[in-house]
């Protein structure tokens, strides 16, 4: 660590802070239940730290934020639970998308846009074509999303080239199919985050996480803050990635 104070110029600038942090934001109903509060009002204060951790994560110099806000699972839940998680994404992007592109920030998203309400579909491609020029913060929204659903389509597009005569199969390698996932030009995340204490990815960026060091915070979403961000960060600088290498030598 001492002699290592000044990083080498060929391992680039700081890595201590991650160019991408992806978060599962859970935990909003057992934060609810335990003050006697409807989910719903749970989802509602989530929204709320969403709010926090965007400024946070830019003001910390983070360039990418995922945020998973549906998974496709998620509709397992009860239709009234739903119409809630939909309502609020509506709010969000309606009252937080203006100051949201003020701020610079650039949304995408990723996941299904099939089977989603109409108005939806438009707001979310509103969101993006607005901010698609900003180069502040990308903040990335994995709503209706689902990893094996994402490789699957990705699958299926690559074996329809194949059917049409357009490619070979002996072409379909790993970059190959990390071309047709979601968002191909967005780097894998460096930090997962996971919040309320669960130890799972729940089918979130299976395929991107390969590499990505795992942060499991016993707080439930709703009470995360840019100090629980700062700590997670912390924890990731102390992690030592070696993306199936030998450890880097220090002192030498
Ligand atoms: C996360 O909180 C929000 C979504 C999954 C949409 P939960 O609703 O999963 O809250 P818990 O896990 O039941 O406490
Ligand atoms: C993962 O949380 C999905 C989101 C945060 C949107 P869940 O609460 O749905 O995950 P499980 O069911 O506990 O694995
Ligand atoms: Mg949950």
Redesign the pocket.
Known sequence: MMSNAVAPATEGPDRSVPLHVAI???GNGRWAASRGLPRAEGHRRGVEALRRVVRAAHELGVQYLTI????S??WSRPATEIGDLFGLLRRFIRNDLASLHRDGVRVRVIGEREGLEPDICTLLNEAEELTKANTKLNLVVAFNYGSRQEIANAAQRLAREVAEGKRDPASIDADALGQYLDAPDIPDPDLIIRTSG?Q?L?NFLMWQAAYSELVFVPIHWPDFDKAALESAIAEYARRERRFGGLAAKTGS
């Open positions: 599962i934001m859970d998973f806000s549906f998974s699972e998620n669960e799972r729940s």
